[in-house]
């Protein structure tokens, strides 16, 4: 499917997407320039403060965005009853945008200030201009065409970073990116990338000319000051109107899910599951990297998510693998309720243990059944493995002892690149999920885990027990969904999302249609 | 006989006196040491001196734009330090060498400033910009909707001097205004200055490193070096002193005359 293509067949969602983001990216920039003009002015009336400051934003730019988000979720600080900073969503990524944003504009500011001809501030005092009327008068009409450059690369910086803000549920074109870098899928990759580089190139073109305006001195009889006055106070109105909003999600039930094709579609089926049988208004927080479902769960940002059993005790808990099914389920239910006051609830039926996948050529051709059987051969192989594989508790540190693992050389990527490395070449085995749809699409091969090193991972949804006191219908929804899974099943609706590329919500409503549970008695 | 010429003998009211000023930088250098000065109402004083004499510092402290290490200053028979230094400054129009017009401003904008900075209407600033810029020989119409970068440099100057004067300030420091300017320029620019300033009879402080505009212009010379004032009188005794700095700018006028004079 060619990218327009899918642009016309998706406008909808592609229109919401870059609303998304245009208000991301103007969003932060406002609240930058509210910030960082009046910094900048500060500098250049208190020179002493220019280091730390300059300093702390310069420092704030250099911070990975993805470790930026990471540190500001678990924040939580409230202005008044608001909560500015912290969780997952808009409003965390604006933080942490602005917080990029700052640099060019502070520095922009303080220098075009700074800039301006000694000569011509003389003739302001002398002619008796008070400090603010030197400032409003002249230093900052002269200074407009500098600080606005600031303001152009802030915003360029912006548009770019605002892409890994979906990695934390704030929404914007990175959602396609992250959609087509799971499914392996160009277009889709293509189709983020694509309009937020035109987002950012026009964005450029656009404040260079009201850069180029303002410094011909057209825009600056009168109507400069007003327009600059009144377009900040409009941007001061949105702000709050949004901080007002994001507060609060009222009345809703919030399923979240994380940040894999198999959770997006669990997500979708509790999702409407939970508004078949219920009537509840659900709202979808998906895609949440790393341990973020569970941090949103615990900031009760969401009610709800599918997780793995093994994942909680391991992971969440941090406490030793247990090879049990049962006894694993049974210790992060009695954990879960008393840490956290979560309850499992019933398992939905499939294990989605770690495959240790090799392409089928080669399991064919060395005879290869386990992973012992590649443990043989492993010095002359390269391994590929994502993140989470290799930082968790029960992924590449333990697995590699377990069976006594040298490789020639172990890349760490995302997940969901490992698969495609895998297929051309690039590595010679991977740490897949045995649900996983590619697994047949590439032909892949899993090898047994025969000295049971990888303890189950039973798929199971968590819920608050304050949603389910304040939902009671929803035990019964929950109940219902039990063991309504196998392996099989799940691998045949992953592979319809990342072979098909048919949409998580279609297939995900399919099945619930096939099982008669969309019912609406 | 310039009528001003005895008025600035016996000036009956002084606008502005300096009682034993000196000014040090923070470093320690001295720019101005023990300066007596008196400016009478209507009288143009014109400090004379080489670049770093002394001459811009003594302006700055008139205005206030600097505050002296010792002595006084007295505009108005108030010590500069009493006055409230905006106050004070707007009383005073400024003209300094690079003239410092606003850039983003139009002309008439750049004339209005203070005007506008004192509260007054609209309308009232327009007429006052357009009546300067005639009274400095500029034609209103084609002026006053210009930016800075569209006039000559003498058109520029006389922008800068219609600003100084768009209050109506009792007092006006000019600080080498005409420095910039091709020699023909100026000593148009010159001519017209004095007989705007005869018809005007403010008072005024006038800075030059040279001695014919100083003559022109000037009732009074005060000549000084090394931030000291080493004479202070009418032209002819400048001509007349034996002190060597003065004898130093005489000759330079000499020399001018010489060179002007038709063979």
Redesign the interface.
């Known amino acids: 499917m060619s990218l327009i293509e899918f642009l016309l067949n998706n406008r909808r969602e592609f229109g919401e997407l870059v609303l998304e983001h245009l208000f991301l990216v103007i969003m932060s920039t406002g609240i930058a320039v509210l910030i960082g003009v009046p910094l900048g002015i500060l500098l250049t009336r208190r020179p002493a403060l220019s280091k730390p400051i300059l300093g702390f934003a310069n420092i704030m730019q250099t911070v990975p965005s993805l470790a930026l988000f990471g540190f500001l979720i678990p924040l939580n600080i409230y202005l008044f009853q608001f909560k500015i900073v912290g969780g997952i969503g808009a409003r965390t990524a604006i933080v942490a945008l602005v917080l990029y944003s700052l640099l060019p504009i502070i520095r922009n500011t303080f220098t075009g200030i700074s800039n301006v001809?000694p000569?011509?501030r003389?003739?302001?005092?002398?002619?008796?201009?008070?400090d603010r009327?030197l400032l409003l008068?002249?230093e900052l009409?002269?200074a407009l065409g500098v600080i606005l450059a600031g303001v152009r690369v802030a915003t360029v910086i912006c548009v770019g970073t605002a892409t890994i803000a979906a990695a934390i549920d704030a929404g914007g074109l990175g959602r396609y990116i992250f959609r087509g870098l799971r499914a392996n899928d160009n277009t889709l990759i293509l189709a983020g990338a694509v309009p937020a580089a035109l987002i950012a190139i026009g964005a450029d073109l656009l404040l260079g000319y009201f850069e180029k305006t303002i410094q011909l001195?057209v825009m600056?009889?009168g109507k400069g000051k007003k327009l600059l006055w009144s377009s900040g106070l409009v941007l001061l109105a949105i702000v709050g109107g949004i901080y007002l909003f994001s507060g609060k999600s009222g009345g809703r039930i919030a399923v979240g899910s994380k940040d894999f094709t198999e959770q997006v579609i669990l997500g979708e089926i509790v999702a409407q599951a939970i508004e078949a049988k219920t009537g509840a208004q659900v709202t979808r927080r998906f895609d949440l990297g790393g341990n973020l479902a569970h941090e949103a769960l615990l900031g009760g940002e969401i009610d709800i998510y599918v997780e793995y059993s093994g994942t909680g005790l391991l992971a969440i808990l941090k406490e030793k693998p247990l090879a049990d099914p049962q006894e694993v389920l049974q210790r992060v239910r009695s954990e879960y309720a008393k840490r956290f006051k979560f309850e499992w609830t019933e398992p939905l039926g499939f294990n989605n243990t770690f495959a240790i996948l090799v392409r089928g050529d080669d399991a064919k051709k060395f005879g290869l059944k386990t992973v012992s059987d590649a443990a043989k051969i492993s010095h002359q192989w390269r391994a590929g493995f994502g993140q989470d594989f290799m930082s968790r508790a029960d992924g590449y540190p333990g697995f590699s002892k377990a069976y006594g693992l040298h490789f020639e050389a172990t890349r760490e990527m995302d997940l969901s690149l490992t698969y495609r490395a895998l297929a051309e070449n690039q590595v010679d085995l991977i740490a897949g999920n045995s649900t996983d749809g590619l697994i047949s699409r590439y032909g892949l091969f899993q090898l047994e885990d025969d000295r049971h090193y990888f303890p189950p991972y039973d798929a199971v949804p968590v819920v608050r027990q304050a949603t389910l006191e304040k939902y009671p219908a929803l035990r019964g929804v929950l109940k219902e969904l039990g063991g309504i899974l196998t392996v099989d099943e799940m691998r045949k609706l992953n592979y319809a999302v990342d072979g098909e590329k048919r949409l998580a919500k279609d297939v995900a409503r399919e099945f619930l249609e096939r099982r008669g549970l969309l019912g609406r008695k | 006989m310039n009528p001003r010429f005895f008025e600035s003998i016996n000036s009956l009211e002084t606008a502005i006196e300096f009682r034993d000023v000196s000014f040090v930088l923070p470093s320690g250098k001295t720019l101005l040491a023990h300066l007596n000065l008196q400016v009478g109402r209507g009288e143009t004083l014109v400090l004379l001196g080489r670049s770093g004499s002394g001459k811009t510092t003594t302006m700055k402290l008139i205005n206030r734009l600097i505050d002296p290490s010792a002595g006084q200053v007295i505009v108005d028979g108030k010590p500069t330090v009493e006055w409230d230094a905006i106050q004070l400054r707007r009383r005073i129009g400024y003209v300094i060498q690079e003239i410092g017009l606003f850039p983003h401003l139009t002309i008439e904008q750049n004339i209005g400033v203070v005007p506008r900075l004192e509260g007054w209407e609209p309308d009232r600033v327009a007429a006052r910009a357009r009546q300067l810029l005639n009274l400095v020989g500029l034609d209103a119409d084609r002026f006053a909707d210009r930016f800075p970068r569209e006039l000559s440099g003498g058109q520029r100057q006389r922008v800068g001097v219609a600003r100084a004067l768009a209050a109506d300030p009792p007092v006006i420091l000019l600080d080498e205004p005409f420095g910039a300017l091709d020699p023909i320029t100026r000593r148009d620019i010159q001519q017209e200055f004095k007989s705007l300033q005869q018809e005007l009879g403010k008072t005024m402080v006038f800075v030059t490193h040279d001695i014919a505009e100083a003559f022109v212009l000037g009732s009074r010379i005060g000549l000084l070096k090394d931030g000291e004032m080493v004479l202070l009188g009418v032209p002819a005794e400048l001509l007349e002193s034996s002190h060597p700095e003065a004898r130093a700018f005489a000759a330079c006028f000499h020399d001018g005359q010489a060179i002007g004079r038709p063979a």
């Open positions: 001809d000569a011509i003389d003739a302001g005092r002398g002619m008796g201009m008070t009327q008068q002249v009409p002269l001195g600056v009889r």
